[in-house]
């Protein structure tokens, strides 16, 4: 039954593209599954400008690049990288005089604000990494998890320029004594009324993260960094889920404790089934080895085909990557397509096949650097976070 129910939302979700129709319901429970939803909901304004044949457009916050979409050269384009809103995003301003934008360091020995102007002149790094949202993959869990039916396509890899953290720190004197986290914030307004600790974007990593990787960001794929991704300033933490990658900094204070914001004391924390959040459980930091085919996703005539993916190591680079026509039962190695940009970022991959007439399970299993080998099953968790399992990210396809 699971089983079954599992097949279906893979396979609204491949047939999804380019054909029309209303939203599916599938599963025992009735759950409303959007599978055609690019076609229903219009993309949102903030992002009016993607490509509505590469996304499913979920809800108003949450936009998911189509598994087909993905190519092969490795970099997202940003009309199909997705997208995911915990609040509205602030208004055009944000990014009518980029330079002029203003994030507040505080925690160091000479803390001040510094313009997106002056950060410029500070110091420049460039670095590829995957961008993946903490619940991509949540719609291959069975126990339902609250929160957007993610696939695969809530993840990205984006090049990113910007100034190391570490630059801006030395610039004001070090970091005070004890902090050990960074923590950010993001530049939504709060709307009048409610608490600002129980929706406000503001997360902390630790700070030996931040200092070795993280910087903040201006430009995009050699683009200013669209507001729907975090322009004018993002802070982009290499290797980290994407709640970490706070859009539209306003504040990076080093500090004692983590933030008490909901967001970081409950939210975004790995438990079991039917538990509450709470602060001494894992936080969504560190994302794990992790890859999927692309194509060949739906039947084909021919067996002559491409079989093509993405992996990534997460926090560690990958270092190799198997591909399995028969559902797991044996391996064989895929090749690295393209440039390899580096530890954080992810490779597309290549097995040539020339299948006979049949129906065939392919899926893809990366290991990383460490040795450690993506996972068969992901063991579920109360919000569905984390998801890595090669056997349900497998696609069905039938030759001839
Ligand atoms: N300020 C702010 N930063 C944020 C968010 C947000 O809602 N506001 N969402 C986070 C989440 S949950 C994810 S997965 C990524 C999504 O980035 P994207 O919309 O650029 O793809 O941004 C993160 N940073
Ligand atoms: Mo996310």
């Known amino acids: 039954m699971m089983q079954t129910q ?23 429970t009735g759950i409303s599954f959007p599978a055609f939803a690019q076609d229903a909901t219009p993309l949102p304004d903030v992002v009016s400008w993607k490509d509505p044949d590469a996304v499913i457009v979920h809800t108003e916050n949450t936009v998911e690049t189509e598994r087909g979409a993905i190519g092969t050269s490795g970099i997202t384009s940003s009309d199909q990288l997705y997208l995911r809103n915990n609040l509205p995003p602030p208004g055009e301003e944000v990014v009518a005089n980029r330079d002029a934008w203003e994030v507040s360091i505080e925690g160091v ?17 460039t670095v590829a990494t995957v961008l993946q949202c903490s619940g991509n993959g949540r719609g291959y869990f069975d126990h339902e998890a609250s929160g ?54 503001e997360r902390s990593i630790p700070v030996e993260a931040a200092m ?25 933490v290499p290797g980290y889920y994407g709640i970490n990658h706070v859009k539209y900094v306003k504040k990076v204070a080093f500090t004692e404790t983590e933030s008490d914001a909901a967001i970081q004391r409950t939210g975004y924390r790995v438990r079991p089934v039917g538990v509450e959040g709470a602060p001494d459980q894992p936080s969504m930091w560190e994302m794990k080895v992790k890859s999927w085919v692309t194509h060949p996703l739906m039947d084909v005539e021919t067996g002559r085909v491409q079989i093509h993916g993405v992996a ?35 490779r597309p991959f290549v097995l040539p096949a020339d ?27 109360h919000r569905g976070y984390d998801y ?4 349900a990210l497998a696609v069905d396809v039938t030759v001839g």
Do not use: C
Not at 9 to 16: I, N
Not at 325 to 336: L, N, P, S, V
Not at 388 to 391: D, K, N, Q, T
């Open 6 to 28: 599992r097949i279906h939302r893979r396979h609204f979700l491949v047939g999804a593209a380019g054909t029309a129709g209303a939203v599916a319901t599938v599963g025992a």
């Open 109 to 125: 020995r000479n803390p001040r604000s510094i313009t997106v102007g002056e950060l410029k002149g500070l110091g420049i790094e």
């Open 148 to 201: 957007t039916q993610w696939m695969v396509g809530a993840a990205g890899n984006l090049l990113w320029s910007g100034v190391p953290v570490r630059t801006i720190v030395e610039e004001l004197g070090g970091i005070e004594d004890g902090r050990v986290f960074m923590t950010s914030t993001g530049g939504e307004t709060v709307p009048q009324g409610v608490d600002p600790k129980t929706i406000v974007v």
């Open 212 to 236: 070795e990787n993280a910087i903040l960001a201006w430009e995009m794929n050699g683009e200013p960094v669209p507001r729907a991704h975090g322009g004018p300033l993002r802070v982009v």
């Open 312 to 346: 990534f190591g997460g926090i560690n680079a990958v270092k190799s990557v198997e591909v399995s026509t028969d559902g797991g039962q044996t391996w064989q190695e895929a090749r690295f397509l393209g440039p390899d940009l580096g530890r954080f970022a992810w």
């Open 355 to 381: 299948l006979q007439p049949g129906t065939y399970v392919i899926t893809s299993r990366a290991t990383d650097s460490e040795g450690r080998v993506q996972e068969e099953v992901t063991e579920p968790n």
């Open 388 to 391: 890595s399992g090669w056997r």
